[in-house]
């Protein structure tokens, strides 16, 4: 291999490795770091324990080492906190036990090939395309209390009987699911049309001769041999759910709302504004980064387990 | 690939003929469809209908009701009051250079990783993927304090730093999506055959041209569906948008609805018709390139 040919395969891997290092690895592991101290993003670290650095009033305390203050604090002391944790695991309950087999039966449907069904793909797929920045804008239309879609349909919008759906701390976050849920059932259903294309239709017709019903084949021969898909659709579920953000924020002006409170929020809301807790931030990113640690590792090793016994 | 995909690439075949005819069956199917599409569509139409309707209207009437006028006035004055077009073009320059540069990066590294023998060929490969599904909030308050502590010179970001920076959010973006498409065009490149590359190492051809001019060629459908994916990502994305820009007038188009939403707060009708020209790209996107953002989502799942 030539000297030029040396630097040309130098670069190619060198440059994305190091926008991937820096930008991507570097923070996630800087994240653990972080969550060991206390810092409100004035001055630097100092590799000292908190304890010895006293703060002076009117002074800003530079960072120092927390030891796992921030966790106990977190989990014994943080009124967001758990709110936050139950919230996530509803929204990620809603997507598995509805968006997804949702999605699952609309590809389904699509894939026998019914009269329109590509008109019907086409539209349900349509809320895929959009950001959740819009689709929370061009939902709050449809909850709006006085002049929205269903309050008026219902006859709840005079202002005696309103329902707040977005304000109310036991409505807004199953209003929010319901526009989320909108768009991830057309994501999974694309995804699941891809599976059902994969599978062998001989398989199919072999279990349909042997007597088998419609649904009977779809549970005991199409869907176990969707497994990678399956799994596929698992993982970006879990992700997404973890990911839930932007309708949150959109739907709360960007400040904290009662009913609404996600991990993704609180991290968020310790960088942003005044008081900076770049410690306690790092904290709560550190637990969404073990929870994603578990669908990134089934993935992973259901992508590469195949290329590491051939090696 | 699979077949799946291949299905996907090229004209696909929706509609195979099934010798089982279970009427009953295929009318609660129809009626199940129906009923959906006319749910899905709901909303969107809903906030076409309120986006056209001018506001003295609405406000006497309510937004459910029939119309008397419809007009573009609101479209007219959500883009002048807005000034619009600044926002569609921060977007631009941001979604342009960083579709182009993850594409490049993107092939360059999986071609050396699938096409030639490298000996960490997987442990790369999985740290890219893993990359790529992190939550973006597990990054964020580390990457918030370097944006703070990269220094460059003003002339490049206007801010004097990467952070509230364009350039930052083309860093950010393409640093993300890197992950995804190295792991879909080293899959799509293990499946290019061997044999083209054999004739030209005879012919003593360079690496860069074994990739530039053979590989990348016989890449492009992947690449077009990955340009589909990423173009409709980067122009949605909010999240790098709201925590890395701090100045307003710097967001692209969909992280600036949210200032919008509290500029035009008591006029629904021209949020409405902000956040419709707002889609119009995607919209786009999904009327002339359906197919192709579908085979790139099909490319991405297909690995197993």
């Known amino acids: ?66 030891g796992v203050e921030n966790y106990h604090q977190v989990f014994t002391n943080y009124p967001d906190f758990w709110p936050a944790v139950e919230h996530n695991a509803i929204w990620l309950a809603v997507f598995i036990l509805i968006a997804t087999p949702l999605g699952m039966l609309f590809a389904v449907i699509i894939d026998r090939g019914i009269k329109g069904s590509r008109i019907y793909q086409s539209i349900l797929f349509l809320p895929v395309m959009l950001s959740l920045a819009l689709i929370g804008i061009i939902w709050e239309l449809i909850y709006s209390p006085n002049y929205g879609l269903i309050n008026t349909v219902i006859g709840r919008n005079q202002d005696s009987n309103l329902i707040d759906w977005l304000g109310n701390p036991h409505l807004n976050l199953w209003a929010l699911l319901v526009e989320a849920s909108w768009r991830q059932a057309g994501y999974v259903m694309v995804l699941y049309l891809a599976g059902l294309k994969s599978v062998d239709p001989t398989l199919r017709e072999a279990a349909l001769v042997d007597g088998a019903t419609g649904v009977q084949t779809f549970w005991r021969v199409v869907f176990p041999a969707m497994r990678p898909i399956n799994i596929v659709v698992l993982v970006v579920t879990v992700i997404e759910s973890l990911r839930a953000f932007d309708l949150v924020y959109i739907t709360s002006g960007g400040n904290p709302l009662h009913g609404l409170e996600l991990l993704s929020v609180a991290v968020t809301q310790n960088i942003v504004g005044e008081t900076q807790r770049i410690g306690f931030g790092s904290t709560l990113g550190v637990v969404l980064l073990v929870i994603s640690l578990v669908p990134i590792s089934i993935f992973l090793y259901q992508a590469f387990r195949r290329e590491e016994s051939h090696e | ?96 250079p960083s579709v182009l540069v993850t594409l490049l990066l993107a092939s360059s590294f999986a071609f050396v990783v699938s096409r030639l023998r490298f000996r960490f060929n997987i442990p790369l490969l999985i740290l890219f993927t893993a990359g790529n599904l992190l939550p973006q909030q597990v990054l964020i308050t580390p990457l918030y304090r370097l944006y703070l502590a990269i220094h460059l010179p003003t002339a490049i970001t206007g801010s004097g730093l990467l952070y509230n920076s364009e350039l930052g959010l083309i860093v950010i973006n393409t640093a993300f999506q890197l992950g995804f498409c190295v792991f879909v065009l080293s899959n799509y490149m293990k499946t290019l055959p061997v044999e083209i590359d054999e004739a030209a190492i005879m012919d003593g051809a360079t690496i860069w041209n074994r990739f530039w001019h053979l590989t990348m060629p016989l890449c492009r459908p992947a690449l077009a569906a990955l340009a589909t994916l990423l173009t409709t990502w980067i122009y949605n994305d909010f999240f ?29 009708n021209m949020i409405a018709a902000a956040a419709m020209m707002a889609a119009i790209p995607t919209l786009i996107v999904y009327l002339v390139l359906q197919k192709q953002f579908i085979a790139g989502l099909a490319l991405g799942s297909s690995k197993g």
């Open chain 2, 1 to 96: 690939m699979t077949a799946a995909t291949e299905e996907l690439m090229h004209p696909p075949v929706l509609h195979r003929k099934r010798k089982r005819k279970s009427t009953a069956g295929s009318v609660a199917a129809q009626m199940f469809m129906i009923v959906a599409v006319v749910l899905w569509l709901t909303p969107i139409v809903f906030a076409l209908y309120v986006a056209l309707r001018p506001i003295a209207e609405t406000n006497k009437l309510g937004y459910v009701s029939l119309p008397h006028h419809l007009t573009f006035e609101n479209f007219i004055q959500a883009w002048k009051q807005s000034q619009m077009w600044h926002f569609f073009l921060n977007s631009a320059l941001i979604t342009i």
């Open chain 1, 1 to 66: 291999m030539s000297r030029r040919d040396r630097v040309t395969i130098a670069l190619m891997l060198g440059i994305p490795l190091l926008l991937e290092a820096t930008f991507i690895w570097f923070p996630a592991i800087a994240t653990i770091g972080l969550s060991f101290t206390k810092w409100t993003g004035v001055g630097s670290v100092h590799m000292k324990a908190c304890s010895s650095t006293p703060s002076v009033p009117g002074i800003p305390q530079p960072g120092c080492l927390y």
């Open chain 2, 240 to 268: 790098w948008a709201i925590t890395l820009i701090s100045t307003g007038s710097k967001r692209p188009i969909t992280s600036a609805l949210a200032n919008l939403q509290g500029q035009f707060v008591s006029n629904q």
